[in-house]
């Protein structure tokens, strides 16, 4: 039988990329899969559906506590809970710190730390009432290796690194365990379609400069991550709580 079957998973950023991979792990191991991004999850849930599972999309800012509080309310209405939590919306930019504005600080901090808490406040009360859950937080290996221009995205990144420990400890004797994982720079059409870095021609020059500095020595893809979390939501990981588990092919190494 299937790791996860029959377990409602919600994934955030799910359209593309990183969500992507994990919504489509997830229906595989049997989980059905709430899909939720700004723009539309036809791809995924198409996804999900070839396997048999169930896929609710569901278009959502996650930076706005009121359209959080309805999803909640529509999971519940659909599935009558929420199992498995993925916070893994995020963006990225790249600015040098003095250009940053206090309304570029924000943005960053909304959709990659202010949102982990909105989804957390709003499904982890219902996995400590059932006795079981996981939150899994998508954070970045760039926390550990610190790059210029990304002054606010690392911060917002090290947040979550943070309150997954402390929900960690919060939710430890509930049943419920919250974990990060971290990945480098991958090759997904969100970094496919940025601008290389200063003194980069191309993304690809980019991706491969980057993948010379890791023990593996290639351009990591969102398939990469898709195991790691389907085993932290699993059974096998419910002795596994407040760890920020690094799978950038070996670029962070402790």
């Known amino acids: 039988m299937p790791s996860l079957q029959n ?14 991979a994990f919504a489509q792990r997830f229906a595989q191991d049997g ?3 709430v899909l939720v991004d700004i723009k539309p999850c036809d791809e995924t849930a198409k996804m999900v559906e070839a396997a048999g599972r169930e896929a609710m999309p569901v278009i959502c800012d996650i930076t706005s506590e009121e359209a959080v509080g309805y999803l909640a309310m529509e999971v519940d209405r ?24 206090f309304a570029d600080w924000r943005r960053v901090m909304a959709l990659n730390l202010d949102a982990v808490f909105l ?4 499904f982890m009360p219902g996995m400590k009432r059932r006795g079981w859950g996981r939150v899994i937080n998508i ?4 926390f550990n290796v610190v790059a210029s221009g990304y002054t606010h995205y690392i911060a917002s990144k090290g947040g979550v690194v943070g309150l997954t420990r402390a929900l960690a400890t919060e939710f430890g004797n509930d049943g419920v365990t919250v974990n990060a994982v971290a990945p480098s720079l991958t ?43 389907s085993f932290l939501a699993s059974d096998d990981a419910a002795f596994m709580t407040g760890q920020t588990i690094y799978v ?6 402790v």
């Open 7 to 20: 377990k409602i998973a919600l994934v955030t950023g799910a359209a593309v990329g990183f969500g992507q």
């Open 78 to 101: 659909r599935f009558g809970c929420c199992d498995i939590l993925v916070n893994n919306a995020g963006i990225y930019p790249i600015q040098p710190f003095d250009q940053i504005t």
């Open 119 to 122: 989804t957390a406040k709003a």
């Open 187 to 229: 090759r997904t059409p969100g970094t496919e379609g940025r601008q290389p870095r200063a003194g980069r021609e191309s993304m690809d020059e980019e991706f491969l400069a980057l993948a010379n500095l890791q023990a593996i020595k290639r351009v990591q893809v969102p398939s990469d991550l898709a195991g790691v979390v």
């Open 248 to 253: 950038d092919g070996g670029m962070v190494r």
């Open 139 to 142: 954070s970045s290996s760039t």
């Open 31 to 33: 989980a059905h899969v």
